[in-house]
């Protein structure tokens, strides 16, 4: 229990209220898993960088932030929570191989490990898959290169990909609608090019620019 002993109250003054972790004084849920991230007796619990950095729309950080805390409805927890409502809950929808988990959908699922090695690829990269999809963001991968360029769009092209999977995911639940390889790595492509190309970063660059060549695009 904090001691008050110590503080002095002055009734000439109103009554505010202010958090310290922030710099306005107001909380903010950047600022406190910025704060948790720094922590120095615990580990990184959150890829902090790679979500509220990236040029990407809110409702997709979101998703991210959902996504490296494992809290997205997949088949696993659906099944944990409202049992009645998960959907085959022992086979993933991309695969029809394993059960759906975060760390398999986004990471293990034999599409999504493709489509992971053809970014990869795409930086002129080898590849290991780590154990889980939140050890995959905390990873400082330069890919693109160190400059702001390469930064923002690396981030763009993992954010993307994990969204394009789940949208992917989703169409061939409730749609019915399934789409091939090909075309999600052009759908991770355009999403990729069109954020990158809305950043300031990339202020000046063509989007056909962007869209043929990443790497060339941040030299």
Not at 130 to 159: E, H, T, Y
Not at 164 to 177: P, T
Request: glycine residues 2%.
């Amino acid at each position: 229990m904090r001691s008050f002993d110590c503080l002095r109250i002055s009734p000439s003054v109103p009554d505010k209220r202010s958090w310290s972790l922030s710099p306005s004084g107001l909380f903010t849920v950047k600022y406190f898993f910025l704060a948790l991230s720094q922590y120095s007796e615990l580990p990184p619990v959150f890829p902090t960088k790679i979500v509220w950095n990236a040029q990407v729309p809110f409702k997709v950080k979101s998703f991210v932030w959902l996504v490296a805390h494992k809290k997205v409805n997949t088949n696993d927890l659906l099944q944990l929570r409202r049992p009645y409502k998960a959907l085959s809950p022992d086979i993933c929808k991309l695969c029809m191989k394993h059960g759906e988990t975060v760390d398999h959908l986004f990471l293990h699922c034999s599409l999504t490990m493709g489509l992971w090695h053809r970014l990869f690829q795409s930086a002129k990269m080898d590849w290991v898959s780590p154990r889980s999809i939140s050890d995959m963001l905390s990873s400082n991968f330069n890919d693109f290169g160190s400059s702001k360029r390469g930064i923002v769009l690396w981030q763009n092209a993992c954010i993307a990909l994990m969204w394009v999977v789940w949208r992917e995911r989703n169409a061939r639940i409730f749609e019915d609608k399934a789409r091939n390889a090909e075309y999600l790595w052009d759908s991770i492509c355009f999403l990729t090019s069109f954020w990158a190309f809305c950043s300031k970063v990339f202020k000046g660059i063509p989007f056909n620019i962007l869209q043929l060549d990443w790497l060339a695009a941040c030299n």
